[in-house]
């Protein structure tokens, strides 16, 4: 069974950085997409960024483009998201995913992943 922890969440400033990381146990990554969601209070969990397993290409919702980066280390077992230029709204519970997809992973809504980590917040606040 694949385990997932996320970790590297706290308060930060606007504007400041963040790196969030997802360590897998149990099972290897290798074969799976993998994606950063998010949920704000009150809020439906929204994707963020992921990457496809079959080619290793990276989507990015459009409130993130450009300031988040998606990565993944195989041999870690591990997956990032570095977070730089953080506004106010981007405070949410981050959460990474994995799932075996057929297709490249932005086709793909946070429902159709079933193996989830706890969760990690991130608070970006002055």
């Known amino acids: 069974q694949l385990q997932l922890v996320e970790s590297g969440g706290g308060l930060v400033q606007p504007g400041g950085s963040l790196r969030l990381s997802c360590v897998a146990s149990?099972?290897?990554?290798?074969?799976?997409?993998i994606g950063w969601f998010r949920q704000a209070p009150g809020k439906e969990r929204e994707g963020v960024a992921c990457?496809?397993?079959?080619?290793?290409?990276?989507y990015y919702s459009d409130p993130v483009k450009g300031r988040f980066t998606i990565s993944r280390v195989n041999s870690k077992n591990t997956l990032y998201l570095q977070m730089d230029g953080l506004k106010p709204e981007d405070t949410a519970v981050y959460y990474c995913?994995?799932?075996?997809?057929?297709?490249?992973?932005?086709?793909?809504?946070?429902?159709?992943?079933?193996?989830w980590g706890q969760g990690t917040q991130v608070t970006v606040s002055s």
């Open positions: 990457i496809s397993s079959h080619d290793g290409s990276t």
């Open positions: 995913a994995a799932e075996r997809l057929a297709l490249s992973c932005r086709y793909y809504q946070h429902y159709e992943y079933r193996n």
């Open positions: 149990g099972l290897t990554l290798n074969g799976y997409a």
